[in-house]
T-cell receptor, first 114, second 115 residues
Framework: NAGVTQTPKFQVLKTGQSMTLQCAQD?????MSWYRQDPGMGLRLIHY???????DQGEVPNGYNVSRSTTEDFPLRLLSAAPSQTSVYFC?????????????FGPGTRLTVL | AQSVTQLGSHVSVSEGALVLLRCNYSSSVPPYLFWYVQYPNQGLQLLLKYTTGATLVKGINGFEAEFKKSETSFHLTKPSAHMSDAAEYFCAVSDLTFGNEKLTFGTGTRLTIIP
């Protein structure tokens, strides 16, 4: 099993550009989440999904879109990148609710917005 | 709403010494509590979790944590630090409010091991 994979590992964008961060898992997990990690702030939930076709907002959803057309994939879209979105982004999946079950994290995408 | 406070953003201990990382939480209902570890340039992985039952929880790599309801704490300990323990550690809390799918993470504690 590859677990949770994320691409790209690094990305530099200019303000206003759009892009999609890819996330895939091969564990047949229903629950998937996107977090951003900023120094001194821990991890903050951006969006999450409880199954294919179902998504919901987390703590910091503004400027991001998600969709879940398959169980395996959960891409995160930045619509118009801003310097405030410079961060490390982690995708995670879990067999059940993320609030009570172990989450498996991808290796992260380090994004810089100039 | 639940919250997590990790005391000390940086902790340094000597190799072989006791590791103690502190975590206090607030929650309106009995919580589930987690410790995750992040090694350099990697994602987080679960160390241990408390759900119900025994308040002393053992995890991987010799770590354990004790849930103390009266103190609203879930401190992480390891009797003897190893160089490979150098990492960032995150405490997280959830509650069982209907429809809650989220964990709240603390801001993290970076553990340095001194040879």
């Amino acid at each position: 099993n590859a677990g949770v994979t994320q691409t790209p590992k690094f990305q530099v964008l200019k303000t206003g550009q759009s892009m999609t961060l890819q996330c895939a898992q091969d564990m047949n997990h229903e629950y998937m989440s996107w977090y951003r990690q900023d120094p001194g702030m821990g991890l903050r939930l951006i969006h999450y999904s409880v199954g294919a076709g179902i998504t919901d907002q987390g703590e910091v959803p503004n400027g991001y879109n998600v969709s879940r057309s398959t169980t395996e994939d959960f891409p995160l879209r930045l619509l118009s990148a801003a310097p405030s979105q410079t961060s490390v982004y982690f995708c995670a999946s879990s067999r059940g609710q993320a609030s009570i079950n172990e989450q498996f994290f991808g290796p992260g995408t380090r994004l810089t917005v100039l | 709403a639940q919250s997590v406070t990790q005391l000390g953003s940086h902790v340094s201990v000597s190799e072989g010494a006791l590791v103690l990382l502190r975590c206090n939480y607030s929650s309106s209902v009995p919580p589930y509590l987690f410790w995750y570890v992040q090694y350099p340039n990697q994602g987080l992985q679960l160390l241990l979790k408390y759900t119900t039952g025994a308040t002393l929880v053992k995890g991987i790599n010799g770590f354990e944590a004790e849930f103390k309801k009266s103190e609203t704490s879930f401190h992480l300990t390891k009797p003897s630090a190893h160089m490979s323990d150098a990492a960032e550690y995150f405490c997280a809390v959830s509650d069982l409010t209907f429809g809650n799918e989220k964990l709240t993470f603390g801001t993290g504690t970076r553990l340095t091991i001194i040879p």
